[in-house]
């Protein structure tokens, strides 16, 4: 799977609004939201353009409903936030997520055990997800928690995920007490070959976020602040000052 952003890497390069709504997996994970915050959030990344809604497990089919026949795609997590879950109950997440209509799904890695250096044990962990997810041409995002680990494990991360079919390798669920940085977006990006894609979760807040994020390599970002980045972005492109900036500036940290 390429980077169909590559070109937009160099800094001081124009982009348009859409570029920067089709970056973004709108994010509706909160706990404490509703079926009515559920679908509203779906009715407005249906309006921004958004790439996909990430919902709960239990929001899937509302999303999937909503979002018919529309270019937003239905995605949904697996194994979170900690990652715990034995296998078989995260392909089973993932069997019904698909089963209801997602087309993406972000897993988280079994955090616990990768510190305990069990390796394997995390490789065909993820393996299993996306073999399953594969087969029905459903992208998996492999979600690391970054905030708990070293350099050299998240590198060591990116390795396994390549082994083991990720499409994507993504840097936090927004829940840790830190989230995505750039040095870790330009880390993950250079540990990755071409094939897998970088996703920033946790920090992309802003329009200026989204932007340095895109300039460290990052092919999608998750928000849930996607209308006040989206609307910054239309507004600059209309004086054409939606750029690819010269300086990468730092994320916040959340959603």
Request: aromatic share 6%; with cysteine.
């Given at each position: 799977m390429k980077d169909k952003f590559k070109d937009s890497l160099t800094p001081g390069t124009a982009v348009t609004a859409k570029e920067i709504a089709a970056m973004i997996d709108h994010s509706l994970l909160k706990p404490e939201m509703t079926k009515q915050d559920v679908i509203d959030g779906c009715l407005l990344a249906?309006?921004?353009?958004?790439?996909?809604?990430?919902?709960?497990?239990?929001?899937?089919?509302?999303?999937?409903?909503v979002l018919k026949g529309s270019n937003v795609l239905v995605g949904t997590v697996i194994g979170f936030p900690h990652g715990h879950h034995l296998t078989e109950v995260k392909l089973l997440e993932a069997e019904y997520a698909i089963k209801q209509g997602c087309r993406e799904l972000d897993m988280v890695i079994n955090i616990g055990r990768?510190?305990?250096?069990?390796?394997?044990?995390?490789?065909?962990?993820?393996?299993?997800?996306?073999?399953?997810?594969?087969?029905?041409?459903?992208?998996?995002?492999?979600?690391?928690?970054?905030?708990?680990?070293?350099?050299?494990?998240?590198?060591?991360?990116?390795e396994?995920?390549?082994?083991?079919?990720?499409?994507?390798?993504?840097?936090?669920?927004?829940?840790?007490?830190?989230g995505a940085t750039i040095n870790d977006l330009r880390l993950m990006?250079?540990?990755?070959?071409?094939?897998?894609?970088?996703?920033?979760?946790?920090?992309?807040?802003?329009?200026?976020?989204?932007?340095s994020a895109r300039a460290a390599g990052v092919a999608r970002v998750g928000a849930?602040?996607?209308?006040?980045?989206?609307?910054?972005?239309?507004?600059?492109?209309?004086?054409?000052?939606?750029?690819?900036?010269?300086?990468i500036g730092a994320l916040s940290t959340g959603y």
């Open positions: 249906k309006e921004l353009g958004c790439a996909t809604v990430c919902v709960k497990p239990c929001d899937v089919a509302v999303a999937a409903e990768f510190l305990s250096g069990e390796y394997d044990l995390v490789e065909e962990d993820i393996r299993a997800v996306c073999e399953l997810s594969h087969r029905h041409e459903v992208i998996v995002k492999v979600i690391f928690e970054n905030y708990y680990l070293t350099d050299e494990q998240k590198v060591k991360l990116c396994i995920c390549e082994r083991a079919g990720a499409d994507f390798v993504k840097t936090s669920t927004g829940y840790a007490a830190g990006r250079k540990a990755c070959s071409d094939k897998i894609m970088v996703k920033a979760a946790g920090g992309v807040r802003t329009l200026e976020a989204a932007l849930t602040a996607s209308k006040a980045i989206i609307d910054e972005a239309r507004e600059r492109e209309k004086v054409g000052t939606l750029k690819i900036p010269e300086t």
